[in-house]
């Protein structure tokens, strides 16, 4: 049973599989239909490219050579669900059967976001938010490219959705949880910065002795799962890399004069991780010290575009890849994505008295 359309708070204590909501499964079914005709019929041709070519190469021998992911240390978990497919499928088929694998995780991440506004506000709200991950072009595009990010929204979003119901009387949740959110972290390391923030809130809402034995639990699920990546980088490059040494080449790129191909181009001709590490950061914190107008112009660019906004799938259609684009179709889409995301804003700057009464 769903509550009246557009009901106001929900009980916090359950939300269910939203199986009973038709219009919602219809939902499902397009946005999974829309990611898939991009996946095979637009973009089925397209060989792999930059990043996306880098996974498919790695794929064949990521176990063969020691985990190796490329000029980059990153977390290998991608990396080991491509090389498996491709170990299960013939050479012909494992790209087009990688890329459904994640049309459909790309679709089902709508089903933890309308559980979790379901819960908050009701079933208009619910499909709101599901559609906005449903129908998003930049979402949409991200579905069907050989990169991470559509498994770790899937994670992250599934965490998200659990977290409504952990408290210290459910180990298990919690555990899975943790474990949930280890996984998250093997594919963006990014994820482990909302962990600290997590164990904060709930040390403020649920006092201290509550909190320290949550995020025992839950942060030793997750540390346990993250472990093996940990101490293989411990082992071959020392404290220096952790999980990963992408940050210190975004610090360099992202404050250098010259051009990202000309930056990657160098660090690539560095030869091994640690010195990489070590001069990206170096040279990141010269550049910024040369110019710190410069980061300061490039940092307020870069938070203004944070959420994609164009950036993505105008960047895909402008490098040919799904095909040809008048100067028309290229501004069409701009503006769709800039619209769709003012909507997103409103619709979130709606809900901020709601979090205040009830955080």
Same mark, same amino acid.
């Given at each position: 049973m769903h509550p009246p359309e557009g009901a106001g708070v929900v009980n916090q204590s359950r939300a269910p599989w939203p199986i009973s909501d038709r219009t919602f499964l219809l939902m499902m079914v397009l946005g999974l239909s829309i990611r898939c005709v991009l996946a095979f019929m637009l973009d089925g041709n397209m060989s792999p490219r930059g990043d996306e070519k880098l996974y498919a190469q790695l794929a064949e021998t990521f176990f063969s050579n020691g985990f190796d992911t490329g000029p980059f240390v990153r977390p290998p978990l991608y990396f080991v669900f491509l090389a498996l497919i491709r170990a299960?499928?013939?050479?012909?088929?494992?790209?087009l059967v990688a890329k459904l694998l994640q049309c459909v995780a790309g679709t089902a991440v709508a089903i933890p976001v309308y559980r979790s506004t379901f819960r908050l506000a009701g079933t208009l709200?619910?499909?709101?938010?599901?559609?906005?991950?449903?129908?998003?072009?930049?979402l949409i595009a991200f579905s069907h490219l050989l990169w991470p990010e559509t498994f770790f929204l899937l994670a992250i979003a599934i965490v998200f959705d659990g977290l409504a119901k952990v408290d210290?009387?459910?180990?298990?949740?919690? $555990?899975?949880?943790?474990?949930?959110?280890? #996984?998250?972290?093997? +594919?963006?390391?990014?994820?482990?910065i909302f962990t600290l923030l997590l164990a904060g809130h709930w040390l403020f809402?649920?006092?201290?002795?509550?909190?320290?034995?949550?995020?025992v639990v839950f942060g030793g699920a997750a540390a346990l799962v993250i472990s093996p990546w940990v101490i293989r980088n411990l082992n071959l490059y020392g404290p220096s890399i952790i999980m990963e040494n992408q940050g210190p080449y975004n610090l360099w790129s992202g404050n250098s004069p010259d051009s990202p191909r000309t930056v990657l181009k160098t660090w690539r001709d560095l030869g091994d991780p640690l010195t990489r590490s070590r001069v990206g950061t170096q040279r990141g914190i010269e550049f910024i010290k040369q110019d710190p107008s410069r980061f300061v112009r490039n940092t307020l660019v870069r938070?203004?575009?944070?959420?994609?906004?164009?950036?993505?799938?105008?960047?895909?259609?402008? $490098?040919?890849?799904?095909?040809?684009?008048? #100067?028309?179709?290229? +501004?069409?889409?701009?503006?769709?994505?800039?619209?769709?995301?003012?909507?997103?804003?409103?619709?979130?700057?709606?809900?901020?008295?709601?979090?205040?009464?009830?955080?």
């Open positions: 299960i499928s013939t050479p012909d088929s494992w790209i709200p619910a499909r709101f938010a599901a559609g906005f991950i449903l129908f998003d072009p930049t210290t009387d459910t180990i298990l949740r919690s $555990i899975c949880l943790g474990a949930l959110t280890g #996984i998250a972290m093997l +594919l963006k390391p990014v994820f482990g809402s649920k006092g201290f002795s509550n909190a320290l034995k949550i995020v938070a203004l575009n944070f959420w994609g906004l164009e950036y993505f799938v105008v960047r895909h259609l402008a $490098i040919g890849g799904y095909q040809d684009i008048s #100067i028309g179709t290229f +501004l069409t889409w701009f503006w769709i994505i800039q619209i769709g995301w003012a909507i997103m804003w409103v619709a979130a700057a709606a809900g901020v008295g709601r979090v205040i009464r009830d955080p």
